[in-house]
């Protein structure tokens, strides 16, 4: 039987890929990470609080006009050591760091990643045919992260709680449009339409939701906010 199970909410002195970090809060988590040789990156109005030895600087993405057709930022923030940096959303819910082996990715929901190390690389693209009823298309962007020949991390924030599931080969789970936060790139995602009808009052209206098929891991949130909303 398929179980999604909750991802911890509070992690202290945890290190991975070079950096050191801690993630603490209950409504609206902080990730904070402690800088040496290794340097992150993230969206600069999530800042929260730095280091005075603490660089900041920017950093270019590949893909530079897609991204400024997509609505995505074109520049980043790169932070370096010696020091700390603190990021946060502007949002409820929960901070999911996800540790990359070389040669892993891992796929997440727009806007909702919050910082990467430097080993990982990071770029956009458009999956057609995924029905999001909340933005009215039949497409999405998803962010990609790949850790090409060092481990890297990619920390994601989800909105409300967030619970992962592992899905064996052709084994399939059905999440609603809104639901779904990362995914490895091995597992496929299609749309499921299931028209409701209320016999002699007719149709009683639609469901649509996103049938996701392994193998892999699916990341779950509990609440979604479109990120525009929140960011605008």
Not at 17 to 23: E, S, W
Not at 36 to 41: A, C, I, L, N
Not at 44 to 66: C, D, M, N, P, Q
Not at 133 to 152: C, K, L
């Amino acid at each position: 039987m398929i179980e999604p199970v909750l991802k911890k909410t509070l992690v202290r002195d945890e290190t991975f890929a070079g950096v050191t970090y801690h993630i603490e809060g209950e409504l609206v988590p902080v990730l904070q990470i402690i800088l040496s040789d290794t340097p992150v990156f993230f969206e600069h109005h999530i800042l929260l609080w730095k280091s005075a030895s603490t660089r900041i600087g920017a950093k270019a993405v590949k893909g530079l006009l897609r991204r400024a057709i997509s609505g995505m930022p074109v520049l980043l923030t790169s932070a370096h050591g010696p020091g700390r940096v603190a990021v946060s959303r502007d949002g409820t819910g929960q901070i999911v760091p996800i540790h990359l082996q070389p040669g892993q990715a891992i796929d997440v929901r727009e806007h909702q990643y919050l910082a990467a190390t430097e080993q990982v690389s990071y770029s956009v693209t458009r999956i057609k045919g995924i029905m999001n009823w909340v933005f009215g298309g039949n497409s999405i962007i998803v962010d990609q992260f790949r850790a090409e020949t060092t481990p890297g991390i990619v920390w994601v924030h989800g909105f409300g709680n967030v619970f992962e599931v592992v899905l064996d080969a052709h084994e399939s789970i059905d999440i609603e449009p809104g639901g779904w936060l990362y995914k490895d790139p091995t597992v496929s995602m299609k749309t499921q339409t299931q028209n409701l009808s209320a016999g002699l009052f007719g149709s009683a209206g639609s469901f649509f939701w996103n049938r996701m098929t392994g193998p892999g891991r699916v990341g779950i949130q509990s609440l979604y906010i479109p990120t525009l909303a929140v960011e605008a």
